[in-house]
């Protein structure tokens, strides 16, 4: 039996975890208040899925450090953002937690497979 959180692991996982990323970016964006952090965690990490499946061992670990830095970069300007517009409020703290715990599971897919 599987535990849960390797489930988002599987690269069946990948293309359902950016489609949920995505609508969650694109609902917070329209002002339905959801939470982007976690919306950006998870396209980073269904996209961490798909290029570990997809990429070569041997090429991997330079394509893993360029999507680190891609979506470490986007992630940034999200929260940045965020923090100007609103302040550091409840909701934003619950959304980083949330998506700090998405981005743990990337890092260790990255240590993992490189």
Not at 16 to 39: D, I, N, P, R
Not at 67 to 96: C, E
Request: glycine share 8%; charged share 10%.
């Amino acid at each position: 039996m599987q535990r849960p959180l390797s489930t988002l692991e599987s690269p069946a996982a990948a293309p359902a975890l950016m489609l949920a990323g995505v609508t969650m970016v694109a609902l917070a964006v329209l002002g339905s208040g959801l939470a982007e952090l976690t919306g950006v965690a998870l396209i980073a990490l269904g996209a961490g899925v798909a290029l570990v499946d997809r990429v070569a061992p041997a090429r991997r670990f330079e394509w893993l450090l360029l999507h680190i830095g891609v979506y470490t970069a986007l992630y940034l300007v999200f929260f940045t953002s965020r923090l100007d517009s609103h302040g550091l409020t409840p909701l934003l703290l619950a959304d980083a937690a949330c998506s700090v715990v998405l981005l743990g599971l990337l890092a260790k897919l990255v240590v993992r497979s490189s």
